[in-house]
């Protein structure tokens, strides 16, 4: 079964420090792996997704990330922190194949003036 | 137009209420998710719609009944809740194809059950 797991419930960052949220997948098979964010009281949002293309992903708001196959890894970075960035990260994965996402438990970031 | 709608962004309803939940879109995906999400917790699939056509059901309570009209709609019928269905309900939609099968989500709608 797929599942992905974010280690860090809560992240705090100071404005304009690197940013690094950890998201390692469990897949029998090459996985489709999903950043999202969520704002207060908002939906989520997509920020970017690996499909095979290229294991460095770039995506919106200058956050990327890097598949590490050997590491089975996927995390999320951003090399300066603003402030608009607070919000709630969730990775995700699916099969191809799937309809269903599977998401990990969230990563809560908080940006220090 | 990239854009998932959900109405009401509120709703607030007594335990023998029945309501209605609705979310659109005109991106022209064939496949429509409902999610429940508590709070500081990830979305939880409830249901998916795959060309009009209910594929799952996790096992969610009977008071809770989906309904995919066409293709651009998708309703959740409200009926006999209970508190611990206070929740905030996410639509979201996707194509269907070879993947990947990133999901477009909406606002949300934030559901009080008294």
């Known amino acids: 079964a797929q599942s992905v797991t974010q280690l860090g419930s809560h992240v705090s960052v100071s404005e304009g420090a690197l940013v690094l949220l950890r998201c390692n997948y469990s897949?029998?098979?090459?996985?489709?792996l999903f950043w999202y964010v969520q704002y207060p009281n908002q939906g989520l949002q997509l920020l970017l997704k690996?499909?095979?293309?290229?294991?460095l992903v770039k995506g919106i708001n200058g956050f990327e990330a890097e598949f590490k196959k050997s590491e089975t890894s996927f995390h999320l970075t951003k090399p300066s922190a603003h402030m608009s960035d607070a919000a709630e990260y969730f990775c995700?994965?699916?099969?191809?194949?799937?309809?269903?996402?599977?998401f990990g438990t969230g990563t809560r970031l908080t940006v220090i003036p | 137009d990239t854009e998932v709608t959900q109405t009401p962004k509120h709703l607030v309803m007594g335990m023998t209420n029945k309501k209605s939940l609705k979310c659109e879109q005109h991106?022209?995906?064939?496949?429509m998710y409902w999610y429940k999400q508590k709070a500081k917790k990830p979305p939880e699939l409830m249901f998916v719609?795959?060309?009009?056509?209910?594929?799952i059901n996790e096992s969610v309570p009977s008071r809770f009944s989906p309904e995919c009209p066409n293709s651009s709609l998708l309703n959740l019928h409200l009926h006999a809740l209970q508190p611990e269905d206070s929740a905030l309900y996410l639509c979201?939609?996707?194509?269907?194809?070879?993947?990947?099968?990133?999901?477009?989500f909406g606002p949300g709608t934030r559901l009080t059950v008294t």
């Open positions: 719609y795959s060309y009009e056509k209910l594929s």
């Open positions: 991106m022209g995906h064939r496949a």
């Open positions: 979201a939609s996707s194509p269907i194809s070879d993947g990947p099968y990133e999901q477009y």
């Open positions: 995700a994965v699916s099969d191809e194949g799937a309809n269903n996402l599977f």
């Open positions: 897949s029998s098979v090459p996985p489709y």
């Open positions: 690996y499909t095979s293309a290229a294991t």
